[in-house]
């Protein structure tokens, strides 16, 4: 059976029953008023604090069943970086939820009070994606519960153990009345968009988030996307080359490459191009050998993407690397000088493999970055200020990170979020709470006086006395 459903912005739709229910029933929590409590909410991100602690072992077993990837890497960046975040907002919390003070004009000043009140939207959607299920479910729902709304999430379909798994412990530790998971693939999501919600935060690829983007524009829904893409490696020829290459490696290394803000490819400065690649290469050996890491991919389309990716690249293979489509391993190639028009060069690695380019300036580096789409991040390896300088003010990128790679996103007091075709929008921290919180002006008047001057006839010297008073 499908009934229709109105929504406060005037939207209706048919549903199924399901995902129509659950909205319904997060939004009649979210007019009850609880959410909005302040102690509430903080019990909430307690409790999911406490989910993921408890759960370690629950949560790497799914995630090693999911992506085949092991305990220790599971627990760095899928619970050690949401529980970070969680305790910096826990600790801020009261103090973003108040009634934030603005000064009024001059000529307002003792005849009103203003300030303005983050408010939550109300019943909001978090679309995660496959490569870390569990991190970037938790994420947004700490920021949005911190923020005081009703959250139904809808995991990726290719991460079905820890879909499963969110499902049954997130109801058994927060308020299962404010947050709901459903399980499901695309049609599951439209579903939950066309209730017509009050935010969508969506992780996932540009194609998706585009479609995202387009369904929730019918019911005028705010959307955060936070996509993916390609991102730079600059190493100038001052940078220290061993740790560069060890950090690039390591970074690149992580859940086999499939990171929306891995090292993407690299620009080396020509008088240390030859260096950083031996260094590179001998790098990726040795932590392939000693990480234990994880060899699989996802799924068989996106092992013949990356095979695909390396056999048209053009180039020389420096490291050769392998991808078997039947058991989707993949081991780590690097490709120097690879055709700049090659799918290698165009489209998301999302796999261990890294081309290089040589380059003879920063400069060039930099016109090389500017002329293709906005990355999510854009990496500089440097010794000198002024290059850093340089790359920060004459490149858009949704953060620059300079000697190190990727672990600006575990920063709680960062805001983190793509520019252009890398997404819109931030999420962590209090940049996560904002995302989720409408900012409603309030102001106050007093009564008396009640000046003449506001009113018409608009006389001449009221019009003088206006142009002199109003400021
Ligand atoms: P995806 O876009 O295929 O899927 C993401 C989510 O959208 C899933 O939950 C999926 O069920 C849903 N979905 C898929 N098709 C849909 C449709 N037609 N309509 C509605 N919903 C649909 O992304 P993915 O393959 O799961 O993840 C990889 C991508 O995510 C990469 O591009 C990566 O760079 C990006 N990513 C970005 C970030 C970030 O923080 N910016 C983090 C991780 C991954």
């Avoid at 000064?103 to 009140?117: E, I, K, N, W």
């Avoid at 102001?443 to 010297?461: C, G, I, N, V």
Wanted: with cysteine; charged share 20%.
């Amino acid at each position: 059976m499908t009934t229709a459903t109105a929504h406060p912005n005037g939207t209706t739709k048919e549903a199924a029953p399901d995902a129509r229910s659950v909205v319904a029933g997060l939004r009649a929590t979210f007019d009850s008023g609880r959410t909005r409590d302040v102690e509430w909410r903080l019990r909430q991100l307690e409790a999911l604090d406490r989910l993921l602690s408890e759960n370690e072992e629950a949560i790497a077993a799914a995630l090693k069943q999911d992506l085949g990837r092991d305990a220790y890497s599971s627990w760095l960046i899928e619970i050690l970086s949401v529980n970070m975040d969680n305790s910096y907002v826990r600790k801020h919390l009261r103090a973003w939820a108040k009634p934030q003070k603005s000064a009024p004009p001059l000529s307002f000043r003792g005849l009103s009070s203003m300030s303005y009140q983050p408010t939550p939207k109300g019943v909001v959607l978090v679309i995660s994606p496959w490569n870390y299920p569990v991190f970037l479910s938790i994420a947004p729902l700490v920021s949005a519960l911190a923020a005081g709304n009703t959250v139904v999430i809808k995991p990726s379909e290719l991460t079905p153990a820890s879909a499963r798994l969110l499902a049954e412990l997130v109801p058994k530790y927060v308020d299962p009345t404010a947050v709901a998971v459903v399980e499901g693939g695309p049609e599951e999501t439209q579903t939950l968009i066309d209730q017509g919600l009050d935010h969508i935060f969506f992780t996932g690829s540009e194609r998706v988030g585009k479609l995202v983007a387009r369904s929730a524009a019918e019911h005028l829904t705010p959307v955060t996307l936070e996509l993916g893409g390609k991102c730079p490696v600059i190493v100038a020829r001052d940078a220290n080359v061993a740790v560069a290459a060890r950090r690039v490696a390591a970074t690149k290394l992580v859940n086999v490459g499939q990171t929306c803000v891995a090292p993407d490819y690299l620009l080396v400065e020509r008088p240390v191009l030859e260096e950083f690649t031996a260094k590179l290469v001998a790098e990726i050996k040795k932590q392939r050998v000693d990480a234990g890491q994880p060899v699989r991919v996802i799924h068989r389309k996106h092992a013949e993407h990356i095979a695909r990716l390396v056999a048209t690249s053009g180039g020389e293979h420096v490291l050769p690397g392998s991808v078997d489509t039947e058991t989707l391993k993949v081991e780590p190639a690097v490709v120097l000088n690879p055709d700049l028009d090659s799918p290698l060069m165009r489209e998301e690695i999302f796999g261990p493999i890294l081309p290089i380019i040589p380059v003879d300036s920063i400069a060039e580096a930099i016109a090389f970055v500017r002329s293709r789409p906005r990355p999510l991040a854009a990496y500089v390896f440097t010794a000198s200020s002024a290059v850093e300088r340089q790359v920060i003010a004459e490149t858009l990128s949704g953060a620059v990170v300079v000697n190190q790679a990727v672990f600006h996103c575990a920063i709680p007091s960062l805001p983190f979020g793509g520019v252009g075709a890398s997404g819109y929008g931030s999420s962590r921290g209090k940049f996560g709470f904002d995302e989720f919180s409408q900012k409603r002006a309030l102001m106050s008047m007093r009564t008396t006086p009640d000046l003449p001057l506001l009113y018409p006839p608009f006389t001449k010297a009221k019009r003088w006395l206006a142009r002199a008073m109003i400021r």
